[in-house]
């Protein structure tokens, strides 16, 4: 939990797996809250309310302070006009609404990066090939007319009982293919969140994800082998032939700027984050 007197209030939209880490870390910070949508979070230490960030009936439920907002709710429409249209509504009616609330550090995804070799950096040129990418980039530039605007796109979030190692527990698919998966921690995206809260003017934009990225099906087989817990039963079919396996091999994107900002993580690896039973509490 971090010091009252080390960093800003903050407001949490989306009380989720992200939402709710974030809001333990916040928990001796006076005038933070949070929201939630469906369900309410289970022992929630910060002020929290149902919110409904598709219906205009509900925005009128957001404090005016304080001044910065983390957003963890992903894009609501699946039409890339209508959520651009909806996003603008939005942004408007804050600026009209909530003058007081003029930063922003939204949670996008590495997901607006090209499904396709390379090394993505944050100032890379690129136009996302997934209708899901596509829409979180909208959000980012839409968002960025309207607030102050961080962005932290991180990689697949896993940890506290969330991961790989739990879905071969629980007998869930792992995929196979060769393309590197991202990771990070969801303690270290929090982390990674809370400096860019204290240091506004730090970075506009960074990716969130740990030192080595590795196909889904290689850390599967790793978590077989280090922990006793799990099984070789528990793992997918993998091909003979590794032309068989698809996917870009030669596809990664970029920590550097978040090291160059001098952040460590506490789980620099899968091999840290997953490799103990102990971690998944």
């Known amino acids: 939990m971090i010091k009252s007197d080390t960093i800003p209030p903050i407001g949490i939209l989306g009380l989720g797996f992200l939402g709710q880490t974030l809001a333990r870390e916040f928990t001796g910070v006076p005038e933070c809250w949070g929201t939630w949508h469906k369900t309410p979070p289970p022992e929630t230490p910060l002020k929290n309310f149902h919110f409904d960030w ?3 009936n509900s925005w009128t439920a957001l404090p005016e302070g304080p001044e910065t907002l983390v957003l963890t709710i992903p894009p609501l429409l699946k ?3 209508d959520e651009e249209k909806r996003l603008c509504q939005w942004g408007e009616w804050m600026n009209l ?3 007081m609330i ?3 550090i939204y949670i996008s995804s590495t997901g607006v990066y090209p499904k396709r070799n390379g090394i993505w950096y944050e100032d890379s040129e690129f136009e996302p090939d997934t209708n899901s990418g596509k829409l979180r980039l909208i959000t980012e530039k839409t968002l960025a007319h309207f607030f102050k605007l961080q962005v932290i796109r991180p990689g697949g979030i896993y940890g506290c009982g969330r991961g790989i190692d739990m879905r071969l527990k629980s ?10 998966v991202h990771r990070i921690h969801v303690k270290d995206l929090a982390r990674i969140v809370c400096y860019l809260v ?3 003017e730090s970075a506009r934009s960074v990716n969130a994800v740990d030192n080595e990225p590795k196909p889904s099906w290689e850390v599967a087989q790793w978590l077989v082998r280090n922990r006793d817990d799990l099984s070789e039963e528990m793992l ?8 068989a396996v698809p996917g870009n091999s030669q596809r990664f994107i970029s920590n550097q700027r978040i090291l160059d900002l001098g952040i ?3 789980y620099p690896t899968f091999r840290e984050g997953m490799g103990s039973v102990s971690l998944i509490s």
């Not at 007998?171 to 590197?180: E, H, L, W």
């Open 54 to 56: 598709g219906s205009e």
């Open 79 to 81: 039409n890339q006009d």
């Open 97 to 99: 609404n909530r003058p």
């Open 102 to 104: 003029k930063r922003m």
């Open 171 to 180: 007998g869930k698919p792992v995929a196979v293919s060769k393309t590197p």
């Open 198 to 200: 204290s240091n506004p």
């Open 236 to 243: 997918p079919i993998i091909p003979d032939s590794s032309s």
């Open 264 to 266: 460590t993580l506490s």
